[in-house]
């Protein structure tokens, strides 16, 4: 449909009500038009017509088109005042550095709201870091036969061993914690020296992590810290069962982990193969599920590091084919992580990456792609790379909207972008998140779902957190409880479950919403 202006041009206020009859479903053009025709045709902007475009531009967000329900127009107004109190006051928190400001989050009670919601699923968190900091500590370090090594650079290893550990790892020495522990005067103040060592949070983040090779730097090595003391066998059971727990306490009812390459081991030193982690995370779910039977499950996405070669690549993505074809119901796909500006670009791995359509396999991806802020590099290219090669799911898109070619096939395929906003600030790719180019994604309504990536590094439990810095920062005034409502549909609707899964996920998720509205 178009719109011929010079037909009506002579009869101003007619021309007005036909752009707005035909407007549905052109908005762009036609808004055009009607800024065209408003300045031709009357002295004044008319405020009725203002008023309709306003509204116009509101409902192409996400959750523009979401129909609230009396008792939900009631919610959202009040979290609209709520917001409107919380932007007056000073600190903004989205404006700060999210370690400098986490603590007034937590007595946000939009906050605590969002707590309570119902957010459906966590699509984009990694194994390695999904447990909060001080079960770490407090309870895995404290079991027997736990070894720890401080490295030359102030880091600390851990290994559950039998006997007095070989020295590897840049360590100098091994001591049994235990040992360590009943040496000192103050083991209160170690145990939070540790927990300093498996989290990047820390009060002043911008000495600590000055520039984008700090943070990553700093990121890079707290996995290794935290590698020892979670592949424990023993450790590595309850550490899942912990994550879960955590997941469930903040609302969040189903999870896609990427799982890395690392394996579990045991007190003589035996080290189980990937299929028994995998028959771990299908097992203890389901023990979680025994006594929670309203959360749906997790599903793996395998993951392995875009630092390896592409020989090695190509061999992990034909053993996660075999992985897939042994444990279709949890193996979801598989994605390439760690950080894109230093590691090799998805069209690098072009080789290994068309293994599975040439055999004529699907083998989903999940890609991290464009979580860069370096315009125009190769690595700036992987969100179009990532569509090429059929990616369900982008992971931040950060730099998706400098590509509107990518962002348009992104839309229109359904591609929903994993949006990790405190991630990305931490690891300084924006500051201010008010800034954070999502904000465009989601005043267009791009198919966008909420997630945490590594809860443990940057302080975090569950989703709230960024979903608090989404509704308040990054949607800023215009985003409502439609937006939530259409942001927890969306972790469902974008999941990697079967559309049969994806019909009981949601009853199940409709459910708790409705009786969240009732008690909120
Ligand atoms: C650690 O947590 C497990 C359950 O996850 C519990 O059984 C155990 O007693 C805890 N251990 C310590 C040392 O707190
Ligand atoms: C690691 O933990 C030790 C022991 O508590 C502490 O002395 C050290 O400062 C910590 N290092 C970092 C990087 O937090
Ligand atoms: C992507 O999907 C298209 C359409 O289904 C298919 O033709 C193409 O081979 C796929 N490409 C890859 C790399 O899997
Ligand atoms: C979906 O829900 C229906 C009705 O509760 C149930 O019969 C069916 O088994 C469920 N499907 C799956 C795959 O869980
Ligand atoms: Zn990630």
Redesign the pocket.
């Known amino acids: 449909m178009s719109l011929d202006i010079q037909n009506h041009s002579s009869s101003n206020t007619c021309l007005q009500r036909i752009v707005l009859k035909k407007i549905s479903r052109w908005p762009y053009p036609l808004i055009m038009v009607m800024l065209v025709c408003i300045r031709e045709c009357t002295p004044m902007p008319d405020p009725h017509q203002r008023d309709k475009m306003l509204k116009l531009e509101l409902s192409q967000q996400v959750g523009g088109r979401v129909e609230l329900t009396q008792a939900e127009q009631q919610l959202d107004s009040r979290l609209h005042q709520l917001k409107v109190k919380e932007m007056g006051v000073s600190p903004f928190p989205p404006t700060k550095h999210f370690f400098k400001v986490r603590h007034i989050i937590q007595k946000s009670p939009i906050f605590k709201l969002l707590q309570k919601m119902p957010k459906g699923a966590a699509l984009h968190i990694h194994s390695s870091a999904m447990v909060g900091v001080d079960w770490l500590v407090l309870n895995a370090t404290y079991r027997p036969h736990c070894y720890i090594c401080f490295t030359s650079k102030g880091s600390v290893r851990f290994l559950f061993s039998a006997h007095m550990p070989f020295l590897r790892w840049g360590c100098f020495s091994w001591s049994r914690l235990d040992m360590l522990r009943a040496s000192l005067g103050d083991v209160t103040a170690f145990d939070n020296g540790l927990m300093q060592n498996l989290t990047l949070f820390t009060e002043d983040p911008e000495t600590a992590y000055p520039t984008q090779d700090a943070a990553w730097e700093r990121f890079e090595e707290t996995f290794l810290a935290l590698s020892g003391l979670i592949t424990y066998a023993p450790v590595f059971k309850d550490y899942i069962y912990q994550g879960l727990k955590e997941l469930y306490e903040d609302n969040i009812m189903y999870l896609e982990l990427r799982v890395g390459l690392s394996k579990a081991y045991e007190l003589d030193g035996t080290v189980h193969d990937r299929a028994w982690s995998l028959e771990v995370y299908r097992d203890i779910t389901e023990q979680f599920r025994a006594s929670h039977p309203d959360f749906i499950g997790t599903r793996i996405i395998l993951s392995v590091h875009r630092t390896l070669s592409v020989s090695d690549v190509k061999q992990d993505v034909k053993d996660a084919i075999e992985m897939q074809k042994q444990y279709p119901d949890i193996i979801a796909g598989f994605d390439l992580v760690g950080r894109e500006d230093t590691g090799k670009s998805i069209w690098n791995y072009q080789e290994a990456l068309s293994v599975p359509s040439e055999i004529k396999i699907k083998l989903p991806y999940f890609f991290h792609a464009g979580e860069t802020d370096s315009l125009g590099t190769d690595v700036d290219k992987n969100v179009l790379d990532a569509l090429l090669f059929n990616t369900s799911r982008i992971g931040h898109g950060f730099a998706l909207v400098h590509h509107p070619l990518a962002k348009k096939l992104s839309r229109e395929r359904g591609v929903a972008v994993e949006l990790c906003p405190i991630s990305n600030q931490v690891l300084n790719l924006v500051s201010d998140l008010r800034n954070h180019p999502a904000t465009v994604l989601m005043s267009e309504g791009h198919p966008l779902v909420v997630s945490s990536d590594d809860p443990t590094l940057f302080g975090t439990t569950g989703l709230s957190y960024d979903f608090y810095q989404v509704f308040v920062g990054i949607g800023g005034l215009n985003a409502n409880l439609g937006t939530l409502k259409e942001l927890a549909m969306n972790s469902i609707r974008y999941s990697s479950l079967s559309p ?2 994806q ?2 996920a949601t009853m199940v998720w409709q459910k708790k919403w409705d009786r969240f509205i009732a008690e909120n």
């Open positions: 049969e899964l019909n009981n």
